[in-house]
């Protein structure tokens, strides 16, 4: 008989559920480990080295026995450090006060989430969203609100949408660009108009910018919506990391950047719940946004080539329409012609052709499948070849 107890866990933080994104991963790499010859292009991380100057620059701070704890909110030097790259880069007028460094960015998100929303506050999801949010929303013991955004507008939130979706429990929004899992960018055009739903209706937007240096059209670049003017600023929380424009996602570091008065409050959450970030991981970290940027551009232009590659056959596939995405390292193409729901998709495409891809369905939209092109191009090609051999037996 199992206790009563071991019933009672928390109706929110108890009752989330694992990352399917991780769950497909973990079946791939099972029957890779058995000898089936998988592919997959299921990862949401770079597959590049981390750059040897941040390497090296942990590594000397840990010989010079910097293993003790720092503020909570990170090395002072490092706050400053991420400032200035946001007043130099993103035009946002923060100071060292308003950053918290914490052991990664979606650890800031939750953050931002668990100190901002409560029981009946509402949060709006554009769709689709990176599945982790509805689980965080849901953790503060918050509403999610889900809003349609389409292939036509570039699977971004419009403002006419926005504005049917705003109630006067509507406490924040949350934006992505570039976005995960569609690699839709947001327009200054469209942030602006966006802006204007915000102010007047006095909510918060917390920006997830953690894509914002893997962007491959010139006619796109790449805007932080809390740079527009003094009244969104109050109300945006940026948060950004390491993890994907440095390929450091195992060194667990990120950043919110917030009005202090909020700020305060999150480095209070973290103080109870991580402490500080790991403390010779921070000068790696230093060393990313103050040495060369080479390796960034060369990443970059690498992810632009495969773009390329995967968007041209992907369009060769009958029955998938996909659109071209503007930044990150995702494809997400549609599949509803096959008439499949997406975790069919994904599970038979696995087993019947030993391709790893994941499931729209965890980001809100179950007619589409997503790939990550964080991967060699022989993968890339021998995929979609795959893929199109499954397809054209559906």
């Avoid at 504005?163 to 960018?185: C, F, H, I, Q």
């Amino acid at each position: 008989m199992i206790p009563d107890i071991e019933r009672s866990v928390s109706p929110t933080l108890g009752s989330l559920q694992p990352s399917m994104t991780l769950g497909i991963t973990a079946k791939a790499k099972a029957m890779k480990a058995e000898g089936k010859d998988i592919t997959s292009m299921s990862a949401g991380e770079p597959d590049f080295d981390t750059p040897e100057h941040i390497k090296q620059a942990a590594a000397d701070s840990l010989k010079a026995g910097e293993t003790k704890y720092t503020p909570v909110a990170g090395r002072p030097e490092l706050r400053e450090a991420i400032a200035e790259k946001l007043k130099s880069e993103n035009k946002i007028d923060y100071s060292a006060d308003n950053v918290v460094v914490s052991p990664g960015a979606k650890y800031s998100v939750f953050s931002v989430i668990t100190v901002l929303c409560k029981e009946g506050d509402e949060v709006i999801l554009p769709k689709p969203y990176w599945l982790s949010y509805e689980q965080m929303v849901r953790a503060a013991g918050a509403t999610p609100v889900f809003v349609e955004a389409y292939m036509e507008d570039e699977y971004c939130l419009t403002r006419q949408n926005l504005e049917k979706a705003v109630t006067d429990r509507t406490k924040l929004l949350v934006l992505n660009t570039p976005g995960n899992p569609s690699g839709n960018m947001y327009t200054r055009d469209l942030l602006e108009q966006i802006a204007d739903v915000v102010v007047r209706n006095d909510f918060m937007v917390l920006a997830d910018e953690i894509y914002e240096k893997l962007v491959y059209d010139q006619d796109h670049e790449h805007v932080s919506i809390a740079s527009l003017n003094n009244d969104i600023a109050a109300r945006t929380i940026t948060v950004n990391g390491f993890s994907k424009s440095y390929s450091m996602t195992g060194w667990r570091l990120g950043y919110s950047a917030a009005p202090q008065w909020l700020a305060k409050h999150i480095t209070a959450l973290q103080s109870h719940s991580t402490s500080n970030p790991t403390t010779f991981a921070q000068p790696g970290a230093l060393a990313a946004l103050q040495g060369s940027q080479e390796p960034v551009e060369e990443m970059r232009r690498t992810f632009a080539e495969r773009r390329e590659l995967v968007y041209s056959l992907l369009n060769e596939i009958k029955g998938i329409n996909v659109f071209k995405p503007r930044g990150a390292f995702y494809i997400f193409p549609d599949i509803s012609e096959f008439g499949l729901d997406s975790m069919t998709f994904a599970d038979r495409v696995l087993e019947e052709a030993q391709v790893a891809v994941i499931p729209g369905k965890p980001f809100g939209m179950d007619t589409h499948i997503r790939l990550s092109y964080a991967c060699e191009e022989d993968t890339i090609r021998r995929t979609c070849e795959r893929l199109k051999e499954f397809c054209n037996k559906l």
